[in-house]
Nanobody, 120 residues
Framework: VQLVESGGGLVETGGSLRLSCVAS????????MGWYRQTPGKQRKLVAK???????NYAESMKGRFTISGDVTKNTVHLQIDSLKPEDTAVYYC???????????????WGQGTRVTVSS
């Protein structure tokens, strides 16, 4: 299973970005997809996730400027980030809870990450 993120880059303070992630491979179904972010020397932190039925959850500190969307049944998730701040600078990782072929178990998969840099 591979998760490929796109949409990161350099943006000025106050700008917006839309990150996308597509999962592919030997997937029976995906139960949830989400986004985490990580800055140097710190742990990866949840931004938001979206469940198979479409419900969404956000980390408390991420409510307001971050919007997760997508269709888990189509292996796709997006993250819209508005009013970007320099402290949003991080590597953003896509993750998915996947039931793979010939398995009854759910596994966590991660993408390689896409870097977002916000200039002040």
């Amino acid at each position: 299973v591979q998760l490929v993120e796109s949409g990161g880059g350099l943006v000025e303070t106050g700008g917006s970005l839309r990150l996308s992630c597509v999962a592919s491979g030997k997937i029976t179904e995906i139960n949830a997809m989400g986004w985490y972010r990580q800055t140097p020397g710190k742990q990866r932190k949840l931004v938001a996730k979206i469940l198979r039925g479409g419900s969404t959850n956000y980390a408390e500190s991420m409510k307001g400027r971050f919007t997760i969307s997508g269709d888990v049944t189509k292996n796709t998730v997006h993250l819209q980030i508005d009013s970007l701040k320099p402290e949003d600078t991080a590597v953003y990782y896509c993750t998915a809870k996947v039931v793979v072929w010939h398995s009854d178990f759910e596994y966590d998969f991660w993408g390689q990450g896409t870097r977002v840099t916000v200039s002040s």
